[in-house]
């Protein structure tokens, strides 16, 4: 199996089977590096306050006796601002020497927030040998199992996350830094019950005081719980942006533009409705055309949202 360049980075190189690391390095200026197979497993992931990440996990490599004497034992997390580094278990024989460190790593990180709650967070763990001459190279005898997603094991991550994928990669430089990426896609339930789901409760006591259209004296009667839906979903969406740390309109946020809308284009209905008697379509048999047309236009509003940020800004 060839390597795979990343669509999204053309200088990564995924790594996906021994084939693919031996047609790397065919093609990789590698001579005078030494290559030292490693497991690097993450075992624990936490993000911070400011989006930084608390990793946690394993790196067991393998020495040859003949041929990696003179080989620094060791490696490091180069991207971590704060790094405890253990030996855990050390074996001997007459031909390796296999040694297992465990590590806590605090690794600062940007994500873009843009299109929540439908977005990905890419975790990249740039791993090197404590040598210069000597480089990093997945061990596939012990590592991957074609059904699992490599470099995780027995993971525990906040409950917002999901695992989507993970892979070994290079960054094609003159030196290869070995990478292990984990993809991670946003649970959608908390979202949905926080921010989501409050907004079809508005939009269906919306679409139930619009039902009173003709019935209520006089418009000033609905300001008070159209005032009460306004406040709520406000709050609602100050909620929300307490979760962001970036100040980027979100794909969420579009979507309490429309609830605004909404909210004020009732009051206008019933305002219109009230006072301008010579709008007879509007009149006809207490409003019965602005309630049959709720639910199309506000179906019709979401759907045009999605669509138009699938097309122009996902892409």
Do not use: C
Not at 121 to 147: C, G, Y
Not at 158 to 163: F, G, M, S
Not at 275 to 290: A, M
Request: glycine share 4%; charged share 15%.
């Amino acid at each position: 199996t060839s390597p795979v360049t990343s669509n999204e980075n053309p200088d990564q190189t995924i790594i996906v089977s021994p084939e693919s690391l031996d047609s790397f390095f065919d093609y990789t200026p590698a001579n005078e590096l030494t290559l030292i197979p490693t497991k690097v497993v993450i075992e624990r992931l936490e993000f911070d306050e400011n989006d930084g990440i608390n990793i946690a996990g394993y790196v067991k490599q393998q020495y040859q006796s003949e041929i990696h004497n003179e080989i620094t034992r060791g490696f490091t997390l180069p991207q971590s601002k704060s790094t405890k580094i253990k030996i855990i278990d050390h074996y001997l024989t007459d031909e390796t020497e296999t040694i297992r460190w465990s590590f806590t790593a605090y690794i600062p990180q940007e994500f873009d927030y843009y299109h929540y709650p439908l977005d990905r967070r890419m975790i990249n763990l740039l791993v090197r040998h404590a040598d210069e001459n000597a480089i990093i190279i997945p061990n596939f005898s012990s590592e991957i199992n074609a059904s699992s997603n490599p470099g995780i094991e027995k993971l525990s991550f906040l409950r917002d996350w999901n695992v989507h994928s993970s892979f070994f990669n290079y960054q094609n430089n003159k030196k290869p830094d070995f990478y292990l990426t984990i993809v991670l896609q946003r649970n959608l339930l908390n979202p949905f019950v926080y921010h989501i789901l409050p907004l079809i409760v508005v939009l269906v006591m919306l679409f139930t005081i619009s039902l009173f259209m003709g019935q209520i004296k006089t418009y000033f009667n609905v300001i008070p719980p159209l005032t009460a839906l306004f406040i709520g979903t406000l709050l609602s969406h100050i909620g929300l942006r307490q979760n962001i740390s970036m100040w980027v309109i979100l794909y969420g946020e579009y979507f309490y533009v429309f609830t605004y809308t909404a909210i004020l284009s009732v009051l206008i209905n019933f305002y219109l409705f009230d006072n301008h008697k010579e709008f007879k379509t509007l009149q006809y048999k207490q409003g019965l055309l602005s309630k049959i047309l709720f639910f199309p236009i506000v179906l019709g509003e979401i759907l045009s949202i999605m669509l138009w940020m699938f097309i122009f800004k996902f892409n």
